[in-house]
């Protein structure tokens, strides 16, 4: 195969998979909308908690990012069930967007439980990847 051939080859496949994957040089366009993944944290009688800490350590970086502080605000009531914003946007860049394993500590009133969760990016906001919807603290 002569290197003109070869050019061209090259320059077909990469069309293609620009037209069928939209994989291409350009930056993917984000919309403004700021991303939270949350999870109900519910008491071993499944009553929400209030005034919920929720802290997430990265496993691959030892990052520990600090997601709540406690406020009865951070708290959003939902039919009566406590759900807790777990990982945002606002650490996007903590993890890959290929996903990392992420341990998510919920605590109140002494008692804590901690879940794996794996967060990931699609280029723009975080994703969960992997984890449970509901966290029940002992």
């Known amino acids: 195969m002569t290197t003109s051939m070869h ?5 077909a496949v990469t069309g293609l998979c620009a037209a069928l994957t939209g994989c291409g040089t350009e930056p993917p366009v984000c919309t403004a909308v700021f991303e939270a993944i949350a999870a109900t944290v519910v008491n071993g009688a499944a009553q929400p908690l209030n005034g919920l800490t929720v802290t997430d350590t990265v496993r691959r970086t030892g990052a520990v990012l600090q997601v709540s502080a406690g406020s009865v ?18 650490f996007l860049q903590a993890v890959l967007p290929t ?13 804590h439980i901690s879940g794996p969760y794996r967060f990931g ?4 906001h975080v994703q969960k990847l992997a984890g449970a919807d509901t966290l029940v603290v002992p």
């Open 7 to 11: 050019g061209a080859r090259l320059i």
């Open 73 to 90: 605000a951070d708290t959003l009531p939902a039919n009566s069930i406590g759900r807790v914003v777990i990982f945002s946007d606002a």
């Open 99 to 111: 996903g990392d394993e992420v341990i998510v500590v919920a605590a109140a009133g002494g008692r």
């Open 121 to 124: 990016s699609d280029g723009c």
